[in-house]
């Protein structure tokens, strides 16, 4: 429902950013995009505090990066009290589930995010239609 937003809206979410680097897409390109998530996870009210960026080929199906990454993002989640990660690609529900399982916080990928933000600022009773449809 579009009510309930993603993003808790009273106080600023402790956030981290994901993204890879990979054979169609160079580190460059990588660090553009994440500035770009940074910006729209601030106007979501997010306060994202720490990047992480992995090598690979292609993104790992079951948990889009590799397992020694999930590791090092739980640990940085636990040892900072992060309550939200949001990855810069679209993640697959199946990878939205590994992923929460592991880190055990709020998932988000960049169309969830996008569409969150047009949740918060949907006025009228068609446009939060339209937003609830497109979630």
Do not use: C, H, W
Request: proline letters at 3%; charged letters at 35%; zero cysteines.
């Amino acid at each position: 429902m579009i009510e309930d937003n993603i993003i808790n809206q009273e106080a600023n979410e402790r956030t981290v950013l994901v993204g890879l680097v990979t054979l169609r897409q160079n580190e460059a390109k990588v660090k553009e995009y994440l500035d770009e998530l940074d910006f729209l996870a601030r106007t979501a009210g997010a306060e994202p505090e720490k990047r992480f960026i992995q090598k690979l080929e292609y993104p790992n199906p079951r948990t889009y990066v590799g397992k020694g990454k999930l590791e090092e993002i739980r640990q940085y989640i636990e040892d900072n009290d992060i309550g939200l990660v949001i990855f810069d690609d679209d993640l697959s529900p199946k990878q939205v589930s590994n992923i929460e399982r592991e880190l055990k916080v709020k998932i988000l990928d960049r169309t969830s995010l996008i569409l969150d933000i047009f949740a918060k600022r949907a006025q009228t009773a068609t446009a939060r239609t339209q937003v609830e449809l497109a979630q």
